[in-house]
């Protein structure tokens, strides 16, 4: 069998047609991807376990948790994973889903410069090929992946027993699609939310990557605003993000085109994903993903696999992890006893499925947060706000307000328990048997809070000031439990 996985960084699954984003905005954003889904199961409730990047790809691979493989942030000792063996030996409960895969015969093959934007060095762990292509770390565009790719497939794409690992950054802020490539979504509606009192309120609020506070940096991209301040600026905003979209569709097609040409392509299994999805005005962040929310951790999954998946859509609730024993159960390859997934390959042959009762969600790098997905709740627990004037306890009923505006934590004292019963419940059995090792959200906490704000206070109540926002500098501070000097 041969296997292409998609990994699209950033790619918020409602900005893909598929998931109906061209039938309520009219921008077809993704073509070709939508072309693949038509033939397999789309996945609408799937999210990361670990937010952002780096726990993210780092739970997928390794099949675990981040509270058991050790990774919740992105610096510090909570972004180095706790390696699954000893010496030379390798615990075979515990191997990366690339070594599983090569140990039973699959070729792995990895095109993306993620280890090195990272310094991820256990993420090459398996992998039969490494191919590095870009000094970018990240930065890169879709043709650049392409000009490494293309030729690979044309040399090697007709051979068997192939796991073929593509990543593409092009979502990603900033938003760099080349200028001559135009915006092709330009004159069409743009999403209905965040409308223009929502975007003043937001404005005269704070946090980082808010709709007042968005790095300087970003100035020197002319597809993006130096603030979001109306609503035309979130148009040019948003523009900017989708065009980056359907740049990297335009260059999966190119994939497409050259599987076809092989004439392997109807006979090659495809797997569309994410490492997590974006913010787009959710708790007033505009273009990050520095919550363990809804926007943030719920990922695109698309599963096409020839003479298994049954086209349709999935509505329950899976981790993306689950995708690391599915991929084992449908070729045949042992599943490692300790990994933390659940295969849904049940789900892409149209057979009952359940998937699990509630999600629990985690956030390390900008903010220290917990949440519990279940039912239509969204139960976010807050340990270190970052920077962000966010409660201690936040629940939001995602069937009646998916952008997170109305906190009903007050209102339903009786959801946030449930929600509080079933986080306990999974610390609990996580922290217990042969994996009962120190809360990594523990040590983030203890080395001096989320690594994107360690340190990094005083220039934000300085900006505060400067911008006339004393009050946020006291509000911050009183949610910090610190004084002003």
């Known amino acids: 069998m041969r296997i292409v996985y998609i990994d699209m960084d950033s790619c918020r699954p409602d900005h893909l047609g598929c998931y109906g984003y061209q039938q309520a905005t009219g921008r077809a954003t993704s073509p070709n991807i939508d072309r693949i889904a038509a033939e397999g199961v789309i996945f609408t409730n799937c999210y990361t376990s670990d937010a952002p990047c780096l726990p993210s790809r780092t739970a997928l691979f390794s099949g675990r948790f981040g509270i058991k493989n050790g990774v919740v942030g992105h610096g510090g000792t909570a972004a180095r994973m706790r390696y699954p063996g000893d010496g030379h030996?390798?615990?075979?409960?515990?191997?990366?889903?690339?070594?599983?895969?090569?140990?039973?015969?699959?070729?792995?093959?990895?095109?993306?410069?993620?280890?090195?934007?990272?310094?991820?060095?256990?993420?090459?762990?398996?992998?039969?090929?490494?191919?590095?292509?870009?000094?970018?770390?990240?930065r890169e565009i879709a043709a650049e992946v392409n000009a490494a790719v293309l030729p690979w497939l044309k040399a090697h794409g007709r051979e068997e027993h192939y796991f073929l690992h593509i990543n593409y950054w092009d979502p990603h802020t900033p938003y760099r699609t080349p200028l001559e490539y135009g915006t092709p979504f330009e004159g069409l509606p743009a999403p209905a939310w965040p409308d223009e009192d929502t975007i003043h309120r937001h404005w005269e609020s704070y946090g980082p990557m808010s709709a007042r506070?968005?790095?300087?940096?970003?100035?020197?991209?002319?597809?993006?605003?130096?603030?979001?301040?109306?609503?035309?600026?979130?148009?040019?905003?948003?523009?900017?993000?989708?065009?980056?979209?359907?740049?990297?569709?335009?260059?999966?097609?190119?994939?497409?085109?050259?599987?076809?040409?092989?004439?392997?392509?109807?006979?090659?299994?495809?797997?569309?994903?994410?490492?997590?999805?974006?913010?787009?005005?959710?708790?007033?962040?505009?273009?990050?993903?520095?919550?363990?929310?809804?926007p943030t951790c719920r990922v695109p999954l698309i599963v096409r696999w020839p003479g298994v998946t049954r086209p349709g859509r999935c509505e329950a609730l899976v981790y993306q992890l689950d995708l690391a024993?599915?991929?084992?159960?449908?070729?045949?390859?042992?599943?490692?006893?300790?990994?933390?997934?659940?295969?849904?390959?049940?789900?892409?042959?149209?057979?009952?499925?359940?998937g699990r009762q509630f999600l629990v969600l985690g956030q390390g790098a900008w903010t220290?947060?917990?949440?519990?997905?279940?039912?239509?709740?969204?139960?976010?627990?807050?340990?270190?706000?970052?920077?962000h004037p966010f409660e201690p306890v936040m629940l939001f009923d995602l069937a009646q307000d998916p952008h997170e505006t109305a906190d009903l934590a007050g209102r339903r004292p009786d959801a946030v328990a449930a929600c509080d019963r079933l986080?306990?419940?999974?610390?609990?059995?996580?922290?217990?048997?042969?994996?009962?090792?120190?809360?990594?959200?523990?040590?983030?906490?203890?080395?001096?809070?989320?690594?994107?704000?360690?340190?990094?206070?005083?220039?934000?109540?300085?900006?505060l000031r400067t911008t006339g926002r004393q009050w946020a500098v006291e509000d911050l501070l009183h949610r910090l439990g610190r004084a002003e000097a």
Request: aromatic share 10%.
């Open 213 to 294: 506070d968005q790095p300087e940096r970003r100035t020197a991209f002319p597809r993006m605003p130096a603030e979001i301040a109306t609503r035309a600026d979130y148009v040019r905003w948003i523009d900017g993000y989708d065009t980056g979209i359907r740049y990297m569709d335009d260059h999966i097609g190119q994939v497409l085109e050259t599987l076809d040409s092989l004439g392997v392509l109807e006979e090659t299994a495809f797997i569309f994903s994410a490492d997590h999805g974006e913010n787009q005005g959710e708790l007033n962040i505009y273009g990050d993903h520095q919550t363990a929310d809804h």
């Open 423 to 463: 986080l306990m419940d999974w610390w609990q059995q996580c922290l217990s048997g042969p994996d009962a090792v120190p809360d990594p959200m523990l040590t983030v906490m203890q080395e001096g809070g989320p690594w994107y704000v360690r340190n990094r206070l005083e220039p934000f109540l300085e900006r």
């Open 89 to 138: 030996m390798t615990n075979p409960d515990l191997l990366p889903l690339p070594m599983a895969l090569s140990r039973a015969g699959v070729r792995t093959i990895t095109f993306t410069t993620f280890a090195q934007r990272h310094l991820a060095w256990h993420f090459y762990a398996g992998w039969d090929e490494i191919h590095k292509h870009s000094n970018a770390n990240g």
């Open 368 to 387: 220290c947060q917990r949440a519990v997905r279940t039912g239509n709740w969204l139960c976010i627990r807050t340990y270190h706000p970052g920077h």
């Open 325 to 354: 024993p599915t991929l084992c159960e449908l070729l045949g390859v042992p599943v490692p006893r300790r990994w933390d997934g659940r295969s849904f390959a049940a789900a892409l042959r149209g057979e009952p499925f359940e």
